[in-house]
C-alpha cells in the first residue's frame, strides 16, 4: 500500500454512480462506463487499497462491476473510489449487513439499553456501522441539558456512563451513518414520553420491585389444554358507559371489580370470570404510532409498533407521565393474577409502523429487515416491511424484549401475530427461554404462510409445527370449516348449510391429529391447535353467518353461532373465545374494523344482557369442558384412545368421550351435533344415562336423569353422559 496525496483526494467524479459492499471483500459498482484500477483507486484513511475487476457487465446503458479486495475491510472505516480525473465516491456498507459473516463478526451478547450499576445510569446501543452516536439528555421542556459521544467497544455497542442526577430525563440518541445524522429513541427503552418522543433514563426493571415488592404469583395452569383464552382490546372491553367502568377504556379499567351494566348485571372483570376463562389476551401495548396518547384518538387496534419494549400510554389514565403507563399495566397484570386470570401478550414484531422512521434502520440501515433477491423489500406483512429474525440481532431483540415481558411484568402467554413471518429456529429459542422462567408460559401464533423470502423449511408456519414442540398454531382450516371462509363473506361452513365440509370438522374436534381411518391430523399433538371461530380480525361470526345466511333470523342465526362455539369449546385442543362472541357480538357488518370508531368496536353490555340465555349456556358448555378431562386431553395417544366418532347421517356428528381415570365422574361422555334442520332421535345401549345439555339447556348437573334414548333438536348439541 502507498500513501496518496491529499490533494488528490478532493474533487468529484462524474461517471461513478454509485458504489456498496456487497461482502466483506466485494464491491459492486455501477457508472457510466466501465474502469480499471488504474482509472480508479480504492481509498480507505488515506490510504490506497488493492482491488481487482472480478465482473463487469452492462445494463440499460450503465456498467456493473464487481470488485474484489485484498484482505476484509472494516466498517468502522470510511472506503471511497477515486479516479485519476479528480473524483471520488463513497462505497457504502449496503448488504454486507445481511451476511452471515456480518452476524459472526458483530453479533453481541452484552447488555442493552438502560440500566443502573453502582449508582451510575449506563447505556449500551448496538451499531457496527456508526461512525458516530452521541447521547442527548433533554430536560422537561425538551432543552437540551448534556451532549455526550458515546465510547465505541468490542463488535460494534456504544456505552456511556452518566451520573444519577439526570434519572427520569429525556434522552435520544444522535446516530451518524453514512446515510447522515438523525436523533432517534433507544430501541431497547422501556419508558418513554408521551407519543414516544422521547426515551426516559429510569431502570425500569427496579422501579417495578421497588413498587410492587411483592407481585401476585401466576395462577396455575397445570396443562395447556387446561386453558381458556379470552380476547379483548382494552379500549373495546370498558369504553362503552354500559360497562359501568370508572376507567372506560384503560389499563385499570381491564381489572376494576364490581362493575355491572345498567340492567344490574356483571360487566367487565366480573363478568370474565362468571365465565369462566383462563386466560385474557389483549390486543397489543407496545408504544404504536397510529393513535395520539393525548387525545387516545384516532381508534385504532395498536398493530403499528414503535418502540417493542415501551407501552402504549393510550389505555393510562396519564399519557404524559412515563410511569403512569407502566405501574398501571403491572397493576392491571396482578389484578387480573389475584382473580385467577392469566395474562397473554400480543406480540407483533413482525414489522414496524414507518420502516423509514425506525429508531433500527438509523441505527444499521439495511440488517433489521428483510429484502427480496431483487434489493426490494419484503412485504409478506402486507405492511411494507418484514423485520428479519433470522438475523442474529433481530433474533435478540424478540428474546430480549419477550422475556422482558415475561420476567418482569410476568405475562403468562404470548401469541405471535403473522407468526409466519418469523423463523423456526427464533420461536424455538423462545420456547427454551420461557421454559427456564416458567414451562407453564403458552406460546402460540398465527401461523400462516406468507410471502416473505425466506426458504420454507425456516418459516414458523403451521406447516412446520412438528419442528416447534410446545408452540400453538391457530387453526384456521377448522375455523373455515365452521363458519366458511374467511375470504369470501358469502360462503358457508357446517354449521350454516355445507355439510361438504363435515371432514374438516371431525379433524378439529379430535385436536388435528390422526385417528386411524377416522380423520386425519395437521397436527402432532391437540396442544399445537388453538381453536376458534372468531378473532378480532375480520367479520364477527354472528355477522359472518347473516352475510352467509341472509334467509334466516336472528334466533337461527345465534343457534348457529351457539352450535359453532359449543364444538370449538368441546374439541381437543385449547379454545380460544373473542370477547362478545358468546352473546352475538355484531360490527354492524364491517370486516376490517382497526380503525372503525368506538360506535363498531365497543362492547355492547346491553346486547350480552338481551342474550343472557346464550351467555349462560356457553358458561355451563364451558364447566363441563372443566368437569371432564376427556375434553383436555394433551396427548394424541389419549385422543386415540378414548375418543371415538360414531356412524351418523350427513350433518350430524356424534363422538364418545371415555374418562381419564376410573374416579372421573363421568366414565363415557357422546356428545353430537346437529346441523340439519330436523330433530334426531338416538337410542342409547343402556338406560342409565345421564341429560346434561340439549336445545338452550346446558347443565354440570343432569338435567334428566336414567335416560335411554335421547333427542338432538336442530342447530344444537346434547350431551349424555354415564
Known amino acids: 500500500m502507498t500513501k496518496m496525496k491529499s490533494s488528490e483526494l478532493a474533487l468529484m467524479h462524474p461517471q461513478l454512480i454509485s458504489a456498496e459492499f456487497l461482502t466483506f471483500q466485494t464491491i459492486l459498482v455501477e457508472s457510466k462506463q466501465s474502469f480499471t484500477k488504474e482509472d480508479v483507486q480504492l481509498v480507505s484513511n488515506q490510504t490506497i487499497i488493492d482491488y481487482a475487476v472480478i465482473s463487469q457487465q452492462q445494463d440499460g446503458g450503465v456498467e456493473r462491476l464487481i470488485l474484489e479486495v485484498e484482505g476484509a475491510i472494516e466498517l468502522e472505516s470510511v472506503y471511497e473510489l477515486v479516479s485519476a480525473t479528480q473524483g471520488r ?18 453479533s453481541y451478547e452484552g447488555p442493552l439499553g438502560v440500566m443502573m450499576d453502582d449508582g451510575m445510569l449506563s447505556l449500551f446501543v448496538w451499531s457496527p456501522i456508526a461512525e458516530r452516536i452521541e447521547c442527548v439528555v433533554y430536560d422537561s421542556t425538551e432543552s437540551v441539558l448534556k451532549t455526550s459521544e458515546m465510547k465505541r467497544g468490542d463488535r460494534g455497542v456504544y456505552q456511556i456512563t452518566l451520573a444519577r442526577e439526570y434519572e427520569h430525563t429525556r434522552y435520544r440518541y444522535r446516530v451518524t451513518t453514512y446515510l447522515g445524522t438523525t436523533e432517534i429513541v433507544d430501541p431497547y427503552a422501556k419508558a418513554v414520553t408521551a407519543n414516544g418522543q422521547f426515551g426516559v433514563l429510569s431502570d425500569v426493571d427496579q422501579e417495578i420491585r421497588q413498587r410492587f415488592p411483592k407481585r401476585k ?46 340492567a344490574g348485571k356483571k360487566t367487565g372483570l366480573d363478568y370474565v370470570l362468571d365465565l369462566g376463562v383462563t386466560h385474557v389476551q389483549l390486543l397489543p401495548v407496545h408504544f404504536f404510532g397510529s393513535t395520539d396518547e393525548i387525545t387516545r384518538s384516532p381508534y385504532n387496534w395498536g398493530y403499528d409498533p414503535v418502540n417493542w419494549f415501551a407501552l402504549a400510554g393510550s389505555y393510562a389514565s396519564d399519557a404524559t407521565n412515563p410511569r403512569t403507563r407502566i405501574f398501571e399495566y403491572v397493576e392491571m397484570i396482578d389484578q387480573l393474577h389475584a382473580s385467577g386470570i392469566r395474562v397473554t401478550f400480543d406480540v407483533v414484531m413482525n414489522h414496524v409502523y414507518i420502516r423509514e422512521q ?16 431483487d434489493g426490494t423489500l419484503a412485504n409478506g406483512t402486507g405492511v411494507g416491511n418484514d423485520t428479519a429474525s433470522e438475523r442474529f440481532m433481530m433474533k435478540r431483540l ?5 422475556t422482558y ?12 401475530d403473522l407468526m409466519g413471518i418469523h423463523d423456526v429456529e427464533t420461536m424455538n429459542s423462545l420456547r427454551t427461554a420461557f421454559d427456564g422462567i416458567d414451562p407453564t408460559i403458552l406460546i402460540y401464533g398465527e401461523g400462516w404462510d406468507l410471502s416473505t423470502p425466506l426458504p420454507d423449511r425456516r418459516k414458523a408456519t403451521s406447516a412446520s409445527a412438528a419442528r416447534m414442540p410446545g408452540i400453538g398454531h391457530f387453526n384456521d382450516v377448522f375455523r373455515d370449516a365452521l363458519k366458511g371462509s374467511t375470504f369470501n363473506e358469502h360462503d358457508r361452513g357446517f354449521v350454516s348449510g355445507d355439510l361438504w365440509k363435515e371432514g374438516e370438522v371431525r379433524n378439529g374436534i379430535a385436536g388435528s391429529v390422526t ?25 364477527t361470526l354472528f355477522d359472518k353467518l347473516s352475510l352467509a345466511r341472509p334467509d334466516l333470523d336472528e334466533k337461527q342465526l345465534l343457534h348457529m353461532s351457539r352450535l359453532a362455539q359449543t364444538i370449538v369449546i368441546l374439541a381437543e385442543g385449547i379454545p380460544f373465545l373473542h370477547a362478545g362472541q358468546e352473546f352475538g357480538r355484531t360490527k354492524q357488518g364491517v370486516e376490517n374494523s382497526y380503525n372503525a370508531p368506538d ?6 353490555w346491553t346486547l350480552r344482557d338481551r342474550h343472557f340465555e346464550m351467555v349462560d349456556y356457553i358458561k355451563n358448555i364451558l364447566q363441563i369442558r372443566r368437569m371432564h378431562g376427556g375434553f383436555r386431553l394433551h396427548r394424541a395417544n389419549q385422543i386415540q384412545e ?81
Open 89 to 106: 465516491i463513497r462505497i457504502f456498507p449496503g448488504r454486507v449487513v445481511q451476511t452471515s459473516l456480518f452476524d459472526r463478526k458483530y
Open 217 to 262: 404469583k401466576r395462577p396455575i395452569l397445570v396443562k395447556p389444554t387446561d386453558a381458556v383464552i379470552y380476547e379483548a382490546h382494552i379500549r373495546d372491553f370498558t369504553i362503552d358507559a354500559t360497562s359501568g367502568s370508572t376507567h372506560p377504556g384503560q389499563y385499570l379499567g381491564v381489572s376494576e371489580r364490581g362493575t355491572r351494566s345498567p
Open 358 to 373: 425506525a429508531a433500527l434502520e438509523h441505527l444499521v440501515p439495511g440488517y433489521y429487515f428483510r429484502y427480496e433477491l
Open 398 to 402: 424478540i428474546v430480549d424484549c419477550v
Open 405 to 416: 415481558f415475561a420476567e418482569v411484568l410476568q405475562i403468562d402467554a404470548f401469541r405471535f
Open 515 to 539: 385417528l386411524e381411518n377416522q380423520t386425519y391430523g395437521r397436527f402432532p399433538e391437540p396442544t399445537y391447535s388453538i381453536n376458534y371461530v372468531e378473532a378480532h380480525d375480520n367479520h
Open 599 to 604: 360506535a363498531i368496536n365497543r362492547l355492547d
Open 642 to 722: 378414548s375418543l371415538h366418532f360414531l356412524p351418523m347421517r350427513p350433518g350430524v356428528i356424534a363422538y364418545e368421550v371415555d374418562a381419564i381415570h376410573s374416579y372421573d365422574a363421568w366414565q363415557r361422555t357422546l356428545v353430537v351435533h346437529n346441523v340439519t334442520d330436523e330433530t334426531i332421535e338416538i337410542a342409547l345401549d343402556h338406560p342409565m344415562w345421564n341429560l346434561h345439555v340439549q336445545g338452550d339447556e346446558a347443565s354440570v348437573t343432569p338435567i334428566e336423569k336414567g335416560v335411554a334414548k335421547i333427542k338432538v333438536l336442530p342447530l344444537s348439541t346434547t350431551i349424555a353422559t354415564c
